[in-house]
């Protein structure tokens, strides 16, 4: 007989010792690609325009949060209307409710795509950290576009996985799974065109023009991006309430405002054959877009990636240009704004940073989308006359957006002044003159104001081209230039109060910071200043004795806020404790003992 064969017999109980050699033995080692996949997602999420002190992870948190939360608070306020005794919601009521969906997820991702815009492309640190490692180039590119895949799916998700949850209870849709497939489809399309469509034209840009001039406009085309982005969603009312008059009247109009082509799909598949005939077109239009936009992008990615690559190896050599006029503006202000050689030194340090780093750039562009969106809101108006849509100027709405204007202006320097980024050449402020005193700290809010005034006092002149009957009155024109100019004072004041350090220059803020607190002085101050100045121009008006009175009240207010500033820069100057970052100073100056 043959005798069995022996088999190793396995111990029931293992040793730390074995188990730990198994573990070693059988884990799975990372691949290359998938290494590269998780640093470019570590590089989207964990950036300079999140955080530069370690809150990116809470900030990231906050912002899923806020990103998800709007359709969820919109579902459950629907329950009232769909939900009302003897009475059904009319058919195009409905439909304005699912243009808000479709909508929202245009936005949202149009204004992620445009966040995370210098992202999508290598940068410096890839190209001469990662070009150098036996890393192929194939390979990197795929991981960055499975990267880019990645963070769309993620945004989309998390802006609209939650209204489905609630809006079948909300809305109670006579048929459930067919109200889902047309919420799924038509809200996933709307964000995905979006999100192609910027991705496709930044490549499309940069393919055509290069990495040298498209760092010259690219500041440009993302301030109009998201004015136009913010711009659709803040007259979501009057697009909502005229909605139906607006299909059904024949127009042009609704093929060239892209949320509506994914309407078309939202009420085709939910509908069926029972739809309106211009939902058809319209589905089709977005259909064919949402295609057309991702074979662009899929095209001149390849072409911009290798064009952004080959200008980071070589290098764009970059020499300054002072134009004659440029050098009288410059002298101008030294004789007058700016005498003080500390004022001057920080209103040129101003002027040299503001466009160099990119947090700086997108706070200017968010902000600055953001205000202009809210002036074209508050001064357009629409009248729907059988086939035809016209737009009209409203006379109140430009008394509204004159302290929008300002408003935006000055909060959206100010917390661009406050930004934590590039710290490295704080130190020459201190070696070179101490602590901030009055006269630099004044540059800065100089700055900040004689800006405010020039976009506001530009809003006065395009509006007294536009409509010259407004200013009938020598009295109104000479209101709203004092209103211009005073409410551009006075904010500058408030805004920069509290602050005792040069611009871009500030102290890191704690982690600790409430999200909810930072929205304070956008939804609680912002309405109550413009109902304010709105409320007190006519009495400005009603006499040429209140002209000089409104103007000697806000030069009070200013030199108030004056002194007191001055004294808490004479304080501050006066401190002999050591700052907080004391001990580390010299190791800021990139020296080593």
């Known amino acids: 007989m043959l005798s069995p064969v022996s088999r190793p017999v396995t111990p029931a109980v293992l040793s730390l010792e074995v188990l730990a050699q198994n573990t070693e033995a059988t884990a799975e080692q990372p691949t290359q690609f998938r290494v590269l996949v998780r640093h470019f ?30 359709g969820f ?27 808000f969906y479709v909508l929202y997820a245009f936005v949202a991702m149009g204004l992620v795509a445009i966040f995370e815009w210098d992202l999508f492309f290598p940068g410096l640190l890839d190209t001469y950290v990662l070009s150098p490692l036996p890393v192929r180039y194939g390979r990197m590119f795929r991981a960055r576009v499975v990267a880019i895949v990645i963070v769309i799916g993620a945004v989309l ?11 079948p209870a909300a809305t109670d849709p006579p048929h459930l799974f067919r109200f889902l497939a ?20 930044e490549g499309l840009l940069l393919a055509l023009l290069g990495d040298r001039l498209f760092r010259r406009i690219s500041l440009w085309v993302q301030g109009l991006s998201v004015f136009a982005l913010l711009t659709l969603l803040f007259l979501y009312p009057v697009f909502c309430g005229a909605l139906g008059a607006l299909l059904q009247s024949g127009s042009a109009l609704p093929r060239w405002i892209p949320p509506l082509w994914f309407l078309g799909i939202y009420q085709r598949i939910l509908d069926g054959p029972a739809t309106p005939l211009i939902f058809h077109h319209l589905a089709w239009f977005g259909a064919v877009s949402t295609l057309g936009v991702m074979a662009v992008a899929m095209c001149t990615y390849p072409l911009a990636w290798w064009r952004r690559t080959r200008a980071m190896v070589e ?42 780093v990119s947090r700086y750039r997108m706070y200017l562009v968010m902000y600055g989308g953001v205000g202009g969106a809210l002036v074209l809101a508050s001064i357009l108006r629409t009248q729907i006359n059988g086939a035809h849509l016209r737009f ?9 957006a004159i302290p929008v204007t300002v408003f935006w202006t000055v909060s959206g320097l100010h917390t661009t002044f406050l930004s934590t980024s590039d710290q490295q050449g704080r130190w020459v402020f201190r070696v070179i003159s101490g602590q901030a005193g009055f006269q630099q700290l004044r540059a800065a809010t100089r700055w900040v104001c004689l800006w405010s005034i ?11 081209v536009a409509m010259p009957a407004l200013f009938d009155s020598w009295r109104i024109t000479a209101t709203q230039l004092l209103v211009v100019s005073g409410l551009s004072l006075l904010l500058t004041d408030a805004f ?11 102290s890191r803020r704690s982690s600790g910071t409430n999200f909810a607190l930072l929205l304070i002085p956008y939804l609680g101050f912002f309405p109550a200043i413009v109902l304010l100045t709105v409320a007190a121009e006519p009495w400005i008006e009603a006499s040429a004795l209140h002209i000089p009175v409104a103007a000697i009240l806000g030069l009070g207010a200013h030199l108030c806020m004056q002194a007191v500033r001055r004294h808490r820069a004479a304080e501050n100057l006066q401190r002999i404790e050591a700052d907080e970052d004391e001990e580390d100073f010299p190791l800021r100056l990139g020296l080593r003992y």
């Open 157 to 167: 998700i998390d802006s609209n996985f939650l209204p489905p949850v609630v809006l």
């Open 392 to 400: 009209l100027l409203s006379p109140q709405g430009l008394r509204v």
């Open 73 to 99: 608070v919109i579902a459950l306020y629907l329950y009232t209307p769909y939900h009302m005794p003897h009475r059904v919601r009319p058919y195009w009521s409905q439909a304005g409710d699912h243009y």
């Open 41 to 70: 997602l570590e590089c989207f999420f964990r950036n300079e325009l999140l955080s530069t002190d370690g809150e990116a992870k809470t900030r990231l948190v906050q912002a899923a949060f806020a990103l998800g939360l709007p």
């Open 315 to 356: 290098g764009v050599a970059k020499r300054e240009r002072h134009s004659r006029a440029g050098r009288v503006v410059r002298h101008g202000l030294h004789a007058t704004l700016v005498r003080h050689p500390a004022a001057r030194a920080v209103w040129h340090f101003i002027g040299a940073n503001l466009l160099r």
């Open 182 to 201: 047309a919420h799924l489809l038509a809200v996933g399309a709307a964000g995905l065109f979006a999100a192609a469509f910027f991705l496709g034209m």
């Open 454 to 464: 020039g976009l506001s006092g530009m809003l006065v002149l395009i509006a007294y």
């Open 496 to 506: 920069f109060l509290q602050d005792d350090t040069i611009p871009f220059t500030g």
